[in-house]
């Protein structure tokens, strides 16, 4: 299941007891959880002592047991009332010394949590290769919400991850950010702002990130490989359903995250989730591509609404039904073939989900060839591992000129802090995209006269949309 934390060794320690001794019974403790977040879902001190009284319990009820009888008792201590216990044992022990044990373990105090589940599973004489094969009816929290999340439905995915987001995560990542030094304060200033922001409720993230100077200087107050704040700002898209963005940011800050980060299991969760979720999303996408191609309109529409119905920030389903509706449309006589719109209409809530969309249809002006253009370039990029960092220039660079300026800005601060070819380029923008966004007092932390640096970059951006030929062909 997982391995065995230090809790317990110093628990064993403090009960002069050796985890691997002898003497019957022996002991072992197990965390079925993240251990890396103790230090601020618990208080260790107070927890040693619960669970050091417990093992005492527990060695004292089955001292003398026989080296075949295996026990397990899992503990999952809440941030309120009592912990939830269950006893299993094999071959199964009489009811009655069963039932007895059950009841002093539920007498003594244990300590709750500060912001998640902490669950522990103590065994007595089963060695640690041996704990799935001796119980495999125990089910971690981790492995069944693993198991409920991929038998649900696609609406039910979505509500898990919200709640998931919300309940266990934020929280977590709020917490270490409320308790770093007072000299990073826009860690602490955004911590703070996000353990009071009531997430179950609707929230805008750009105000609450993009446009929020605490934000962006917590992001540069952070270490390389501590991803902390842009894995907050995921997660806070996530309990908001907008999935689709989310994953832009996930596929970007996963390559810079740090493997021995004490969050980075969240974003591996996360791939997870949505890689059954846009798997069983995109397979019912499909159905209704395959339904159209065969020139049933009104069935993909149906399809469309019907997978809208469910999770309302598909910027491919919204896409899809678009399309098919304004084949319909055509075909009815409804419209004229090329009229744009319908699209007008509909790319304003398909950019919202996912502003860097890959897809627009028409250009009326040289400046939205140009645009499309650009939208294209992006299915070009991360083809070669070596070309990373040139390729997180490239797309920071065409996210600005889609005046996608928040991601744009994430992108560059990546660029200046790992591509020293680009260091100079890259801060310039990211300093440009963040004051598009609002957030103007940043500049003062540099040396440089920005003013005429972003007058630079407008110029140079105007003329290489210009001398685009996309942009030629219509010359609008």
């Keep these: 299941m997982t391995g065995k934390i230090t809790l317990a060794i110093v628990i064993c320690v403090l009960i002069g007891m050796n985890l691997f001794a002898q003497s019957e019974p022996e002991i072992s403790m197990n965390l079925l959880a993240n251990d890396k977040i103790a230090d601020i879902n618990i208080?260790?001190?107070?927890?040693?002592?619960?669970?050091?009284?417990?093992?005492?319990?527990?060695k004292?009820?089955?001292?003398?047991?026989?080296?075949?009888?295996?026990?397990?008792?899992l503990i999952v201590s809440h941030k309120t009332g009592k912990p939830t216990i269950k006893f299993y044992s094999k071959p199964t022990i009489d009811i009655i010394k069963e039932q007895s044990f059950v009841n002093q373990i539920n007498a003594l105090k244990f300590e709750n949590t500060k912001l998640v589940d902490f669950p522990i599973l103590i065994t007595s004489n089963v060695k640690s290769d041996e704990l799935?094969?001796?119980?495999n009816e125990i089910i971690s929290p981790i492995e069944k919400a693993k198991e409920e999340y991929s038998?649900?439905?696609?609406?039910?995915?979505?509500?898990?991850?919200?709640?998931?987001?919300?309940?266990?995560?934020?929280?977590?990542?709020?917490?270490?950010?409320?308790?770093?030094?007072?000299?990073?304060?826009?860690?602490?200033?955004?911590?703070?702002?996000?353990?009071?922001?009531?997430?179950?409720?609707?929230?805008n993230i750009h105000k609450l990130t993009d446009n929020n100077s605490d934000y962006w200087r917590a992001s540069m107050e952070?270490?390389?490989g501590n991803e902390l704040i842009p894995e907050t700002k995921i997660f806070m898209y996530v309990s908001q359903g907008e999935l689709d963005y989310a994953m832009k940011y996930l596929e970007i800050v996963k390559i810079f995250a740090s493997e021995t980060s004490t969050v980075?299991?969240?974003?591996?969760?996360?791939?997870?989730?949505?890689?059954?979720?846009?798997?069983?999303?995109?397979?019912?996408?499909?159905k209704g591509v395959a339904e159209h191609d065969k020139g049933n309109y009104k069935n993909a529409i149906d399809i469309y609404t019907d997978i809208l119905a469910n999770y309302p920030n598909s910027a491919w389903a919204l896409y899809e039904k678009f399309y098919s509706q304004n084949t319909l449309d055509v075909k009815n006589e409804k419209i004229k073939f090329g009229e744009r719109g319908d699209f007008d209409n509909a790319k304003i809530d398909i950019y919202k989900h996912n502003p860097l969309y890959s897809m627009d249809v028409r250009a009326n002006t040289g400046k939205e060839s140009y645009l499309i253009t650009r939208r294209d370039e992006i299915s070009h990029l991360f083809k070669s591992k070596e070309e990373t960092l040139?390729?997180?220039f490239k797309y920071a660079d065409i996210s600005m000129d889609l005046g996608v300026y928040d991601f744009a800005a994430q992108l560059f601060w990546y660029s200046f802090t790992y591509n020293k070819d680009k260091k100079t380029q890259s801060l310039n923008k990211?300093?440009?995209?963040?004051d598009k966004l609002g957030v103007t007092d940043l500049k003062q932390a540099f040396k440089g006269n920005f003013e005429k640096e972003f007058k630079k970059i407008n110029s140079e951006k105007e003329k290489e949309m210009k001398e685009s030929d996309a942009y030629k062909v219509i010359k609008k």
């Design 132 to 135: 799935d094969n001796t119980f």
């Design 222 to 224: 952070m270490s390389s």
């Design 430 to 434: 990211f300093l440009y995209s963040i």
């Design 390 to 392: 040139t390729d997180i």
């Design 60 to 73: 004292k009820e089955f001292y003398g047991i026989s080296k075949d009888q295996k026990i397990a008792l």
């Design 151 to 203: 038998q649900a439905d696609l609406k039910r995915k979505l509500e898990l991850n919200k709640a998931w987001a919300i309940n266990e995560v934020l929280p977590v990542l709020a917490g270490y950010q409320t308790i770093v030094e007072d000299k990073f304060p826009g860690v602490k200033n955004f911590g703070t702002l996000i353990s009071k922001t009531n997430f179950s409720e609707t929230q």
């Design 264 to 286: 980075k299991q969240y974003l591996k969760e996360l791939s997870w989730r949505l890689e059954l979720f846009n798997k069983q999303l995109n397979g019912e996408i499909e």
């Design 43 to 58: 208080d260790y001190d107070k927890f040693v002592t619960s669970f050091t009284e417990t093992v005492k319990l527990t």
